[in-house]
């Protein structure tokens, strides 16, 4: 069955909305209140529709769709890191668009049926894995820029901490067991965990208040991706842009202190008992 591309829109459009406000509290209608994130949201949801229209009656997978995601995802990271420009101009490119795909994926898996734990799973490994590549790419970039090694060990030691994360992988580990034992009543109550739960911890609104602030300034997010992307196009073709060294110092510095809030929780606060 071929589904025409205006029934693909309207459904799509319909199931993003929704999704979109119930997850992330975000109104891709709202263009007063965001409008960057709207124009972003919505040419990932055209660019998604118009590739899952011609493809649907192929034998490219979901699954399929969210390996490439991840795939482009690194080879962004390689091109940036190339010192062409060429190659870096293409590397912008794919890290401001390669997320239709991961738009796509989950749209091709509900108009054919074929949604999947696994599918889930990938969606957010491929996210990772551009995540990584990125801030690999970003510092051997400045490296080349400015003939300077510690941007490459900065590279390197970021991606060590965001990997040796003791709280995430605290968490991971117990989701294992809790998945190994197929003890789903633990599960349903983890997944439902309520934000007024947060104090068990023992920290003040204070502690929670920098938490958030530190999570949120240069996120992984689209946008903050997006802007450093543009700062790099114009420091390889136009100016010379200083303050990306600055950006990659508070990068490294927001890794550094989520890592030890995590370690701190978890080893000194009892994230593993009260996680339970």
């Known amino acids: 069955m071929t589904f025409s591309l205006k029934f693909i829109r309207k459904n799509d459009y319909n199931k993003k909305r929704k999704v979109l406000i119930e997850e992330f509290d975000f109104d891709i209608g709202d263009w007063f209140k965001n409008p960057y994130s709207c124009l972003k949201a919505r040419l990932y949801i055209e660019g998604a529709e118009i590739l899952v229209f011609i493809i649907q009656n192929t034998k490219v997978t979901p699954n399929f769709l969210s390996l490439t995601y991840a795939f482009l995802g690194a080879i962004g990271g390689i091109f940036l890191a190339s010192n062409n420009q060429s190659l870096i101009l293409i590397s912008l490119i794919l890290f401001f668009y ?17 949604t999947s734990e696994l599918g889930k799973l990938l969606d957010s490994w491929g996210e990772q894995v551009g995540t990584y590549s990125f801030l690999c790419g970003f510092g051997i970039y400045l490296y080349h820029k400015n003939g300077e090694e510690y941007f490459a060990a900065l590279a390197i030691i970021i991606v060590l901490i965001k990997s040796l994360d003791l709280k995430k992988y605290a968490y991971e580990n117990t989701m294992h067991k809790i998945f190994h034992s197929k003890t789903k009543t633990i599960i349903k109550n983890i997944i439902n965990t309520k934000r007024k739960d947060k104090d068990k911890f023992g920290l003040s609104n204070n502690f929670y208040f920098i938490r ?17 992307c543009l700062l790099i196009f114009i420091d390889t073709f136009y100016i010379n842009v200083v303050l990306l060294n600055y950006i990659y110092y508070l990068i490294f510095l927001r890794v550094f202190v989520l890592f030890c809030g995590g370690f701190y929780i978890t080893y000194f606060k009892n994230f593993l008992e009260k996680l339970k």
């Not at 997320?99 to 898996?109: Q, T």
């Not at 958030?212 to 450093?228: K, P, W, Y």
């Open 98 to 114: 390669k997320g239709f795909l991961d738009w796509a994926d989950g749209l091709l898996a509900r108009l054919t049926k074929q």
């Open 212 to 228: 958030n602030f530190i999570v949120n300034f240069l996120d992984n997010r689209s946008r903050t991706t997006d802007f450093i």
